[in-house]
């Protein structure tokens, strides 16, 4: 008679202690709410986002090409030296590189990178191309959270930045994870945050509709997209998904 009883005490028991741990939830449920709920209602004093309010401006950026500069001789051009010797190249750069400017007024002057030639090149040459403009999208391939996206971002209507973020190669660099996240962290020169989209996206298959934008680029990228066949397959992709054909390598 003594095992029946115990027996049936068995889930009697499991219960109680179901009931009392559902208590003892509510409770904890209702004190975590409680200091969510104080944490939105104060105004916090960490400084959570240093390059959003650093860098984050809603305010269109200035055409390169305008004030008389020159346009480009070569759209599609290896990195020459004689390229400094363009003033908006030369805006550009600094524009987009001002931490350099800060470590040294005459940059590029004697810092010449063909780096700071790409950010400069794409942006300025799509420019000229007529492809920016307050009602453009543009989308990034392989963007990592390299500046011109950063840039582009004051020059259009929405700028994509696509990347295999937190895998590869460069998940520790370029692709950094965080960038998913939080752009601000990645963020050294003024951008409006308001429209800019971090997507994470493999090269070779883009999810986007055919012709979606007015622009698509990759700088320094396609080497990385699986030799032959993979840097033709990005190819393919992103001419599919530009509205114009303009693709920039």
């Keep these: 008679m003594g095992r029946f009883r115990r027996m049936a005490a068995a889930p009697a028991r499991r219960l109680l202690r179901s009931l009392a741990a559902a208590r003892v939830g509510r409770r904890l449920l209702s004190r975590a709410e409680s200091e969510i709920s104080l944490a939105l209602a104060t105004p916090s004093t960490e400084d959570v986002s240093t390059g959003r309010e650093k860098w984050h401006t809603p305010e269109p950026a200035e055409p390169?090409?305008?004030s008389g500069r020159q346009p480009l001789d070569r759209l599609t051009s290896y990195c020459w030296i004689e390229d400094w010797s363009n003033a908006a190249l030369v805006a550009a750069m600094r524009r987009q590189l001002p931490y350099l400017v800060e470590k040294d007024p005459r940059f590029?002057?004697?810092l010449?990178?063909?780096k700071h030639w790409e950010y400069a090149q794409v942006v300025v040459g799509l420019e000229q191309l007529g492809a920016l403009h307050q009602d453009?999208?543009?989308l990034g391939v392989g963007a990592g959270h390299e500046e011109a996206i950063y840039d582009l971002s004051t020059r259009v209507?929405?700028?994509?930045?696509t990347d295999i973020y937190g895998s590869g190669y460069f998940r520790a660099g370029e692709a950094d994870a965080r960038m998913l996240?939080?752009?601000d962290h990645f963020a050294r020169c003024p951008y409006n945050r308001n429209r800019l989209v971090v997507e994470n996206m493999?090269?070779?298959?883009?999810?986007?509709e055919d012709r979606t934008f007015d622009a698509v680029y990759s700088l320094s990228s396609i080497e990385h997209f699986g030799g032959?066949?993979?840097?033709?397959?990005?190819?393919?992709?992103?001419a599919r998904v530009a509205s114009s054909r303009q693709c920039r390598l």
């Design 181 to 183: 996240l939080d752009p």
């Design 228 to 238: 032959l066949a993979g840097a033709t397959r990005a190819l393919d992709e992103m």
């Design 202 to 208: 493999d090269a070779l298959d883009l999810r986007f």
């Design 64 to 66: 390169y090409l305008g």
């Design 136 to 138: 453009a999208l543009v």
């Design 157 to 161: 209507r929405w700028l994509f930045a």
């Design 112 to 114: 010449e990178h063909r």
């Design 108 to 110: 590029p002057e004697n």
